[in-house]
Each structure stands twice: as structure tokens, then as C-alpha cells.
């Protein structure tokens, strides 16, 4: 049969991946490969969270390889050259690849196939691996490529039949092929990232998800917007690098509960945000919806809303846990959003691109996609909506736990006062005024 590559990309994982079974199933012999691709290591600014969770999950990968007798193959490098060489060090007659819907995954799919033409060498692309469902194939009755609406897109999505799980690997042979070692972090990023970072890989993640499904999932529905609550399954960095299945954890999901409907419906969310991306690449960077208004530039309150100091504790307490942790809240993350572009009328694109330098689950469609429906530039069927921060405050946080536990200088205020400090009789010292005049103050 010969030899395959399984190229890994955003699919870090050995349970229920399409496109490992498939080179496995290609090949006699099986080169499972990633390659730390330097287009995006030297991409500036950095991720540093994402690049410290990488290697972890990459680590993990590679004792999850060896236990099924096999082991990861690392690379280093243009991933379409390192590709190509590998095949040529094995003499491998195809390569596998996950399907992906950004605009650099189309262009690096387009790349491969043409450079391994050259050695006749077949590339087969798996769908339904980054996805529940794939991004092509959900398409709404009118003919458009995609749906702008999410709740008809739900709708049908949620009747979609899924996949068929795919087996583990049951056994891994691997050729004979040089690899390198996983690096350090330090050698591939200067700046260290969050200090509270949590990472891990396929075997974290898939407990995790079974912590989650035994029981909190079913409060899902209820509490998953309030701030304070560990109301969320901390799930969407192990989805965003693949190192659970997302088709796995809907089959998984008890759907018949409000709390796994609810749960679901967010990962639908997240394939709604890949089918319309994959219809319109350049949505990444570029209006969906086209602004009337101009874009305010305003680099003072631009690096207030970064650091965590807007005078509004809410939204401070979310940048702060960013900064912190890599990670906020779904609704931390919106009202944060919201302020920036509504309030501060800032362009979305510099909020979004802050956010994808600290997320651990920055995900070029469901980041981008989420600022522009935040922004009115996106989905949002209300696009002058605006989210209030002290109502959204005084709703989800109503106790202000969750803002005391980011902002000390604030926990002497009671209950929902700290939410307002500048009605309270007590400003910190430190603590600043707000930036602008919301309703409510």
C-alpha cells in the first residue's frame, strides 16, 4: 500500500479524526506530521498563549501516537516545502489534511496540491474534522453559499445527520524519518503570555469534557452568562486545536436537556461562523455589513480599554481576566465588545486583533465574527444594539463577585454598588473615572 502522511493542522487529536483514519487506512506505513509553520511563528504580534498551549497539546499527541506504536514526525519551516520534502524522504503516495475555511488554510490546501503534483503525490482533504458540520455542506434553500441568519441556520443544523465516529488507530507504523524535538516555549516566543494559563492536549482535554458532561452541562442553559459562575465548559481551546473532536462532543452531549441544547446550540454557533467564512474569506478582516458612520480614532481610550481601565468595573474585570488567564467569559467577551465599538466607537478590527494576541482560543472565524456581530457590521439582525455595561452588569454579575475578584482595589464596595463606584462615596485611588457618560450612571 505504501506510504501517507497524516499532516496535522487545527486536528490534534487520535480519536475520531477523519483524516488520521484515512491515512491510516492509505497507507501501510503512516507518517503522522506537523510542521511549526514559520509564516505564522513569525507573524507579529505573536500569540504567546496559543504557541505555549500548541506545544502542550503537540506533546500529548505524541504520547498518544506512541501508544498506538507510533509517534509524531516534527518540522519546522514552510509547511508547503516541509511537506514536500518528507514526501520525498518516504517516497509517500498521499497526504491527508483536515479541511479548514480561513483564507491562509485555502491558500496552504491550493499550494500543497499544485507543489505535490510535481511528485504525483495525491492530497486528500477530510471535512467534518474543525467542524460539527461541514461549512460547504449546509447551504440555505434560496441558493446562497451561505446563511446570514443563525437561527434558521440552527434549525436546519440541528437536524443535520453527523458523521460517523472514526475509530482510534488500533495500531501506527512509521517509517524511518528524522524529527525534531518539540522546542521550548522560549524559543519561540519572547513575551511569556498570561500568567494563569491553562494548557493541555487530547488526554486533558477529553477529561475535561467528561467532568463537564457528568453533570454541569445540565445548569448550562441557566447559568452560562453569569460571570461569577463556572458556568461554561472551559472547552474551546481543546476545540479550536483539535484536540477533542467537536463531532464527538455533540454526540456525545445529551440534546434532549435544555442545558445540552443550549450547550449545542453554541457549538452551532461556532460552525456558523466557519460556513460563513468559508463563503467569504476576506469577512476576516473586511465588513460583512458595510458601517455607514466613520470609525473614531482614539488611541488614549483605545489602551484604557486594553489595560482593564475604562472606569467601568465590568468590562474592566474581563480585560484584566484576559490578561490573566488567556481566556473571559462568552458574556465578558460581548460586553467588552460592544463597549468598544458602541460606546467608544473604536474599529472592531483593533479590538479583534487584541483579542486574538491573548485568547488561547483565538479562532480567526468565530473572533472575527463575533467582533463584527458585536460591531453592527456583522450577522446581528439588531446591528444598533447596544450592550450596556451597567445593565449587563447589574444582570450577570448581581452580587459584583465576579468584578471583585479582578479589581481588589474595588472589593471594598457591597454588593452591586461596586458597579458603580462613583456613586458609592469611595474611589480608589488608582481606580479611574469612566471613559464616557453610559445610561444608568
Known sequence: MGVAVALFTRDLRVRDNPMLAGAVRDGDRVV?????DEAILTRQPLAPNRIRFLLAALAELDAELRAAGGRLILRRGAVVEEVARV???CGAESVHIAADVSHYSLEREQRLRDRLARSRCRLEVHPASVTVVDPVELRPATGRDHFAVFTPYFNRWVEMPLRAAVRKPSGIAVPEIESEEVPAFEDLCPEPGSPSLVVG???SGRKLLSEWLSGPVERYESDNDLLAVAGTSRLSPFLHFGCLSPVEVVRRTDLSTPGGLAFARQLAWRD????LLAAQPETAWRDYRPRAADWREDPQAFEAWRAGRTGYPVIDAGMRQLLAEGWMPGRARLIAASFLTKNLRIDWRLGAAHFLHWLVDGDIANNQLNWQWAAGTGTDTRPNRV???IRQAERYDPDGEYVRRWLPELAELPGASIHKPWRAGFLAPDYP???VECKGM
Open 32 to 36: 503522522p506530521l506537523f510542521v511549526l
Open 87 to 89: 514526501v520525498g524522504e
Open 201 to 203: 492536549g487530547e488526554r
Open 272 to 275: 456558523f461562523h466557519h460556513q
Open 387 to 389: 450592550l450596556n455595561p
Open 433 to 435: 473615572p469612566p471613559l
